[in-house]
């Protein structure tokens, strides 16, 4: 089945960014709400990169493409 397919590429995406999502914890410095807030923010972009180009999807309308 397809969905099975994107979820095993999913996780494996997923694992793949297993030391990116540890440098990120590593670097947050707990008493400084920027820190906490940049990498709640590289933790985000980290799991769109790998979820964005599997389960996006993009519609035309009128000439226009949107995602």
């Known amino acids: 089945m397809m969905c099975d ?28 709400r920027s820190s906490v807030n940049k990498a709640v923010n590289d933790f985000s972009d980290t799991i769109r990169s790998v979820a964005d180009p599997l389960f996006s999807k993009c519609h035309r309308l009128q000439k226009n493409l949107f995602c």
Request: net charge positive; glycine share 10%; charged share 25%.
């Open 5 to 32: 397919a994107k979820r095993e590429q999913f996780r494996s995406g997923i694992i793949g960014c297993l030391p990116k999502f540890n440098s990120i914890v590593e670097g947050i410095a707990c008493n400084d």
